[in-house]
C-alpha cells in the first residue's frame, strides 16, 4: 500500500463532468488499497475572475483581502470533488489551508510554506478517508489569515502535503501527458521525457515551461519527493494504480539525478518571450559603476537576469546590457534615470522584441562543446547573440523574437533530440 498525493490543476476540473472524472482517477487509487490525498485548483479561470474582481473593486487593494477573495476558488473545487465521491460511496472530506494547517510566512499574495504538519489528515487517510486539499491557500498564524501561495502556487501545496505525509509519490495531473523536451506547439518533433532530473526541472521551470511552479520543484527536490507530471485526460480505467514497486511509465517523473540511467547530455530546449534588453552606451569604466547601475535596481526589486559588459578599446567607457523582466522595463528605466546623477553620463537604448533561449541539461557537467554547438547552429541560421549566461546545467542566449520559433526548432535536432 502507498500513500499517493494527486493533485489536479483547473483544466482538469473545469467543470463538473471534468471533476466527477477527476473522481474516477481517485477511485482507481483507493480500489487499489492506496492511502489518497487530492490536491485541487480552482475551476479554469476562476482565480482569474477573482483577480479580476479585486482589482475592479480598488486598484490599490490590501493585499490579505486579496487573499481573502482569491482563495476561495480552491474552496469551491474541493467541496465539490468530496460531494462527489461521496455519491459514489466513497468516505471523502474537504479540507481548506487553514483546517490542515499549511502554515506559512505573511508575504500574502506570494506566500511561502513554512510548515505542514499533516497530523490529522494522516489519520483520516490512514483510517480509509479520502481528503480533499484545497491548493494555492495558507494561513499566516500570526494575524491568523488566509495567505495564498502565488499564481500556480497548487503544485507547492501538492508537494508540501506529499512531504507532511511522506508520500510516496506526488502525482501533477494536467492537461498536458508529461513534461517534453520543448514546447510541442513549436516542434512537433518535441518528445516526452520519461524523467527528468530536479534541477533540470527548475531550470526549465523557470525559463518560461510553465507545467510546475519553481517553487514546487525546489521543495520536491529538497525534500527529495518523486513528483510525476501526468494527464486527468487519459481515461482513468485505461491507467494502472500506482505501485511503489512499478510505477508505470506514463507522463514524466521528476526525480534525482542519480535515478535516471539514459542521461542525455542536453535534456530541453527552454525559452521565455517575457525578457526585455536594457543597454547602456558609454558609461565610465571605472570601479563602482555596476554597483551604482545594479545596486538602485535591486533596491526597487527589480530582478536583473543576464549581464553583459563590453571592453572598450579606450578604457574609459563602456557598454552595459542586461535583461530584465518585460513588465519591469518601464520602472526600470524609471530607475535608472533617477539614478543618473550617481552612474554618471550614459545614452539608454532598450528592447521588449527580444527571447531568451536556453538548453538544459546534467549531462553538460561531464561533457566539452555544448556551448560551441548552441553557437554554432545559431550561426547557421543567419541568428544574431546579443547577450549569454550559463550556469553549471544551462546555457542561454538572448536574441530576437523573430526568430524564437527557427532558433528552438534548430537546436532542438542539433542536440538530437527530435523524435524520429
Ligand atoms: N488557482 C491558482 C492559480 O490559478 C493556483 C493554481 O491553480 O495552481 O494560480
Ligand atoms: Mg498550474
Redesign the pocket.
Known sequence: MATVVMKF?GTSVANIERIQNVARHVKREVDAGNKVAVVV?AMAGVTNQLVGWVKEASPLYDMREYDAVVGTGEQVTAGLLAIVLQSMGYRARSWSGWQVPIKTNSAHGSARIADVPGGDIRKRIEGGEIAVVTGFQGIEPKDNRISTLGR?G??TSAVAIAIGLEADICDIY?DVDGVYTTDPRIVPKARRLAKISYEEMLEMASLGSKVL?TRSVELAMVYKIKTRVLSSFVAPEAMKPFRIDDIENIGTIVCDEEEIVEQQIVSGIAYAKDEAKVTLLKVDDKPGVAARIFGPLSDASINVDMIVQNVTPDGKHTDMTFTVHTGELARALDVLKKAKVDIGHFDVKSSADVVKVSVIGVGMRSHAGVAARMFKTLSEKGINIHAISTSEIKISVLIDAAYAELAVRALHTAYGLDSD
Request: hydrophobic fraction near 0%; avoid cysteine; aromatic fraction near 0%.
Open positions: 490543476g485548483s500556480g497548487s503544485d494536467t511552479q
